[in-house]
């Protein structure tokens, strides 16, 4: 079966990393990316985490349960079965989000392999099947996504609300949209203002 690839906003949401090894260190690094607010509980934590300190929290200790009530979701990445068994139960008790690194049947998420360019945000999951062939997909639309798109992106979204503001019609605002992206990816990923104007003019009463 496969996972629904919902995008979810976690900048400054609070993220529970129990475990302090590689695991959580490739999970920390990808939530930093995110900018969650981070805290890690381990009993030891490796230099790579250690190195993060002022970026994230850490707190020195074994699981428990209290530090769960206010987290956004949650990940057990120790590696003691049990624990993280243990936290996904108590995570699900309190409808909490949880993604346990070494039970794909205990994840309420999946961590996907993805590509971040600005505002573009890419995710591949192989819902649990095989981790290295997301890397493997992921390096293979990595290697032929324009550059230019990212520029792209960022200009066509400064006009959205313009369009909005002034063309009544749904359906005409998004054939303007679609001539905007269409103009810009005929020209590496730039548009002019005058052509916008002229595009958006033509619709404009
Ligand atoms: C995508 C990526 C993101 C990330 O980690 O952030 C990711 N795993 C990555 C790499 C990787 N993980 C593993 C290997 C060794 C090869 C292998 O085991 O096949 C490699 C390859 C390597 O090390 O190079 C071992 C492994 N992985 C899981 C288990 C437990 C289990 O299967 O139950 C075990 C231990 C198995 C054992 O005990 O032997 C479980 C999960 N790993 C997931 C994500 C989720 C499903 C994603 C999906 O398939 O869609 C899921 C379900 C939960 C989660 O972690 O969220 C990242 C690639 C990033 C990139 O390349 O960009
Ligand atoms: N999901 C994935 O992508 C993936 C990939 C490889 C391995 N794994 C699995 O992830 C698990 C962790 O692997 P690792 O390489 O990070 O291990 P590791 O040995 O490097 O780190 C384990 C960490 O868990 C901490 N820990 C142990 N008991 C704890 C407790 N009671 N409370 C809080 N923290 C505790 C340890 O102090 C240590 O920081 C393993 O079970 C492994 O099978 C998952």
């Given amino acids: ?51 993060l300190e002022g970026r994230i929290h850490i707190n020195i200790g074994e699981y428990g349960e209290k530090e769960l009530e206010d987290a956004f979701f ?21 409808k909490i989000l949880v993604n346990v690194v070494d039970e794909l049947s205990k994840c309420d998420f999946l961590f996907p392999a993805y590509i971040k360019k600005g505002s573009i945000s890419i995710g591949v999951t192989t819902s649990g099947q095989s981790p290295v062939m997301a890397g ?48 810009g990816l005929n020209n590496n990923g730039k548009l002019n203002g005058l052509d916008v104007q002229n595009v958006i003019s033509k619709y404009m009463k």
């Fill in 1 to 51: 079966m496969a996972y629904f690839p919902f995008f979810i906003d976690i900048k400054n949401k609070k993220c529970i990393i129990y475990g302090g090894g590689k695991v959580a260190y490739r999970k920390i690094e990808a939530l930093l990316d995110f900018e969650a607010d981070i805290t890690v509980i381990a009993p030891v934590v490796s230099e790579e985490i250690a190195a």
């Fill in 74 to 94: 949650v990940i057990a990445a120790t590696n003691n079965s049990a624990i993280n068994e243990m936290i996904a139960k108590n995570c699900r008790d309190r």
């Fill in 136 to 183: 493997h997909i992921r390096k293979t639309i990595s290697d032929n996504l324009p550059d230019t798109y990212e520029a792209l992106v960022e200009t066509l979204g400064g006009y959205r609300e313009y369009v909005k503001n002034n063309v009544s019609s749904e359906s005409e605002r998004a054939d303007i949209m679609k001539e905007l992206a269409r103009l």
